[in-house]
């Protein structure tokens, strides 16, 4: 019940926090984004670009879930998933594409792993990104919780089918 209220209490903060911060200060959020500094290497000692296109990186998470943790994040700047719309399909669809065939470098089966985005309030890093995980059996059951499908967590192929049917 203790932890319970705790969680309860750390979700209001967490959406208090976000819902607060204003237009003009999530700009030069953006401007200042060290998502976006790895993507364009501008700011050192970034993590090892595993892949890299001419839309997206792909590097391993600095706080790993599992043996297997990497982020897809677009060279592009966009606070989260809710930022995008149908026009967007391409792009998430190359990225997770893109950490399917690099999951599969790995000698991980895509199938078996983890691979969505968290949804705002829920993200650490206002840059979307889309998570890669392997084996889930290596998460703790906090990272369980805070990687299932739910309304704070959509995987790729939901998040993907939800953007469909956005607007422009």
């Known amino acids: 019940m203790y ?5 309860g209490l750390g979700l209001i903060v967490l959406v208090s926090i976000y819902k607060c911060t204003s237009g003009e200060a999530r700009l030069a959020e953006s401007e200042q984004c060290f998502f976006c500094d790895f993507a364009h290497r501008r700011q050192g000692p970034p993590p090892i670009l595993e892949v890299e296109t001419d839309e997206y990186v792909i590097f391993k998470d600095k706080y790993p879930a599992a043996r297997h943790h990497y982020l897809a994040i677009p060279k592009e700047h966009f606070d989260s998933l809710k930022a995008l719309n149908k026009s967007h399909v391409g792009l998430v669809r190359r990225m997770e594409q893109g950490m399917m065939e690099f ?17 705002p309030p829920f993200i650490s890093v206002r840059h979307l990104h889309l998570h890669g995980i392997f084996p889930p ?22 998040a993907i089918r ?7």
């Open 3 to 7: 932890i319970a209220g705790l969680a």
């Open 103 to 119: 999951l599969r470098s790995q000698n991980v089966n895509p199938k078996e792993a983890i691979v969505g985005f968290h949804l």
């Open 137 to 158: 059996a290596d998460m703790s059951f906090g990272n369980k919780i805070s990687f299932m499908p739910s309304f704070w967590f959509k995987k790729s192929n939901d």
């Open 162 to 168: 939800d953007l469909e049917d956005r607007e422009l």
